[in-house]
T-cell receptor
Framework: DAKTTQPTSMDCAEGRAANLPCNHS???????VYWYRQIHSQGPQYIIHGLKNNETNEMASLIITEDRKSSTLILPHATLRDTAVYYCIVRPYNAGNMLTFGGGTRLMVKP | GAVVSQHPSWVICKSGTSVKIECRSLDFQATTMFWYRQFPKQSLMLMATSNEGSKATYEQGVEKDKFLINHASLTLSTLTVTSAHPEDSSFYIC??????????????FGDGTRLSIL
């Protein structure tokens, strides 16, 4: 699987948009970008995924650059409950479903 | 949405005890489930892939005789930590994907089991 690079930590003010970057410069054509988050002492929670088009759901938006070498997860109005570790993972379409977790970004939403 | 349930959520036991952790897919069938381990302030590390009706596949460095995995049905996988010792204390997490969903659909995770060995 392609390796991802994320900042170790980020802060965001409550109510503002949180923009979490992810670099995946070695991504292959059939690899999807997945975002999960892990709130303290819980299992990872799926947020969103995409291949090349931007995606939006009730939780977040995913912006993938045209060359697909990086992406940004956007939480439009961060709340204190969004404080978590956010993981960006790339995985081929038929990889057998295994996910490889990197270090992630620890997002701290502050009042 | 897809729900994965883990039980127990927390267990404390004495050294030498064997501990069983269950992972259930509540509203979908899963031919494959995954078991992860997470130490404090670290990321999730895949331990093994559980395959329904066949032997599990273990990652390098994970002792298969120590961590017994059984996937007897399409909705249940169990992880048994045999003769647990304090160094086995960790957060154990399972995940599963709906076998009827396209391959690009996401996995869903249980809420984890915190194991503390005294």
């Amino acid at each position: 699987d392609a390796k991802t690079t994320q900042p170790t930590s980020m802060d965001c003010a409550e109510g503002r948009a949180a923009n979490l970057p992810c670099n995946h410069s070695t991504i292959s054509g059939n690899e999807y970008v997945y975002w999960y988050r892990q709130i303290h002492s819980q299992g990872p929670q799926y947020i969103i995924h995409g291949l090349k088009n931007n995606e939006t759901n009730e939780m977040a938006s995913l912006i993938i650059t045209e060359d697909r070498k990086s992406s940004t997860l956007i939480l439009p109005h961060a709340t204190l409950r969004d404080t978590a570790v956010y993981y960006c993972i790339v995985r081929p379409y038929n990889a057998g479903n295994m996910l490889t977790f990197g270090g992630g970004t620890r997002l701290m939403v502050k009042p | 949405g897809a729900v994965v349930s883990q039980h127990p959520s927390w267990v404390i036991c004495k050294s030498g005890t064997s501990v069983k952790i269950e992972c259930r897919s509540l509203d979908f069938q899963a031919t494959t489930m995954f078991w992860y381990r997470q130490f404090p302030k670290q990321s999730l590390m895949l331990m093994a892939t559980s395959n329904e009706g066949s032997k599990a596949t273990y990652e390098q460095g994970v002792e298969k005789d120590k961590f017994l995995i059984n996937h007897a049905s399409l909705t249940l996988s169990t992880l048994t930590v045999t003769s647990a010792h304090p160094e086995d204390s960790s957060f154990y997490i399972c995940s599963a994907r709906d076998r009827g969903a396209p391959p690009n659909q996401p996995q869903h995770f249980g809420d984890g089991t915190r194991l503390s060995i005294l």
